[in-house]
T-cell receptor
Framework: GAGVSQSPSNKVTEKGKDVELRCDPISGHTALYWYRQSLGQGLEFLIY????????KSGLPSDRFSAERTGGSVSTLTIQRTQQEDSAVYLC??????????????FGSGTRLTVV | AQTVTQSQPEMSVQEAETVTLSCTYDTSESDYYLFWYKQPPSRQMILVIR??????QNATENRFSVNFQKAAKSFSLKISDSQLGDAAMYFC???????????FGKGTKLSVKP
């Protein structure tokens, strides 16, 4: 597509429920990144994919968080047993490459997750 | 570890005037990229300007320019002739090196007064 698409735009869920957040990157972008932005905070790096593989999952806040990417395209971030502290905006970005010299990302508009 | 610091949580500027947003960073890399992103209320992060560390010349994009001081690890953003549409959160970011993930500061909220 022309841009990075994220769905849903907003999600309200009850504490303890599982949620899935979707990111559809720009066609041809091999690198995909997930960030979390809590109220009044900067962007916290969660995970990145080069193709379908995620070399480093250490940024995920807990084992309730997981992410996958299939076909080198769409990625899904899953949060199990959601907690109120998971409430944040989840941003996805893609780029042509990863590694040194990343020319900069293209971001989606994010998913605002509210856990009640 | 790389860190990016924005010491100004909020800034305000009068329309048509100039404002400078500060950013300092720490990295062990010899070559890297630095970025400024704008985030309006729509949440969409927009790349404003990019600087390659090995280039001494400061990057410029229309009304936006940077003052890059490599030795001081400083990377400030100057916005000239400020417009109401410039009101947003501005994030400074540094190339994270081998992973390619960007490290972001906590942002500066810019208000533009008419």
């Amino acid at each position: 597509g022309a841009g990075v698409s994220q769905s849903p735009s907003n999600k309200v869920t009850e504490k303890g429920k599982d949620v899935e957040l979707r990111c559809d990157p720009i066609s041809g972008h091999t690198a995909l990144y997930w960030y979390r932005q809590s109220l009044g905070q900067g962007l916290e790096f969660l995970i990145y994919f080069q193709g379908n593989s995620a070399p480093d999952k250490s940024g995920l806040p807990s084992d309730r968080f997981s992410a996958e990417r299939t076909g080198g395209s769409v990625s899904t971030l899953t949060i199990q047993r959601t907690q109120q502290e998971d409430s944040a905006v989840y941003l996805c970005a893609s780029s042509l490459q990863t590694g040194f010299g990343t020319p900069g990302y293209t971001f989606g508009s994010g998913t605002r997750l509210t856990v009640v | 570890a790389q860190t990016v610091t924005q010491s100004q949580p909020e800034m305000s500027v009068q329309e048509a005037e100039t404002v400078t947003l500060s950013c300092t960073y720490d990295t062990s890399e010899s070559d890297y990229y630095l970025f400024w992103y704008k985030q309006p209320p729509s949440r969409q992060m927009i790349l404003v300007i990019r600087q390659e560390a090995y280039k001494q010349q400061n990057a410029t994009e229309n009304r936006f320019s940077v003052n890059f001081q490599k030795a001081a690890k400083s990377f400030s953003l100057k916005i000239s002739d400020s417009q109401l549409g410039d009101a947003a959160m501005y994030f400074c970011a540094a190339d994270g090196g081998s992973q390619g993930n960007l490290i972001f500061g906590k942002g500066t909220k810019l208000s533009v007064k008419p």
